[in-house]
């Protein structure tokens, strides 16, 4: 899946910020981050979840990334997560599975 996060910021224009995190919790942000580093990491979770919180959040996949449809009706608009085109509400639709588990929808074909 791929996230709508804030472009990266250059570290001098960041503010230092302490938090305590638990020795496991930090072990496995380091695991989890591979390459791009647990701080990173912990920054691209927190503007997902403002993000989310702040209504300007739409999560994108690509074709790729759907296992399956299942044909429903939509029971409040919607956007679709391939193409970003509303789907009415009462409309035909599709709830698509992706590879990470979510159901999420699709416009109708």
Same mark, same amino acid.
């Given at each position: 899946?791929? =996230?709508?996060?804030?472009?990266? #910021? @250059? =570290?001098?224009?960041?503010?230092? #910020? @302490?938090?305590?995190?638990e020795r496991e919790l930090k072990d496995k942000l380091k695991e989890l981050s591979g390459n791009t580093g647990y701080q990173a990491l912990i920054r691209d979770v927190l503007w997902n979840y403002v993000q989310q919180?702040?209504?300007n959040y739409r999560p994108q996949f690509a074709p790729?990334?759907?296992r399956a449809f299942i044909e429903a009706i939509?029971?409040?608009?919607?956007?679709?997560?391939?193409?970003?085109k509303p789907i009415p509400e009462s409309s035909p639709m599709r709830l698509g599975l992706?590879?990470?588990?979510?159901?999420?929808?699709?416009?109708?074909?």
């Open positions: 899946m791929r =996230t709508l996060t804030k472009p990266r #910021t @250059s =570290t001098t224009d960041m503010e230092v #910020t @302490s938090i305590r995190l919180k702040s209504g790729s990334d759907i939509a029971q409040k608009d919607e956007i679709c997560v391939l193409t970003g992706t590879t990470y588990g979510d159901l999420v929808p699709v416009a109708a074909a």
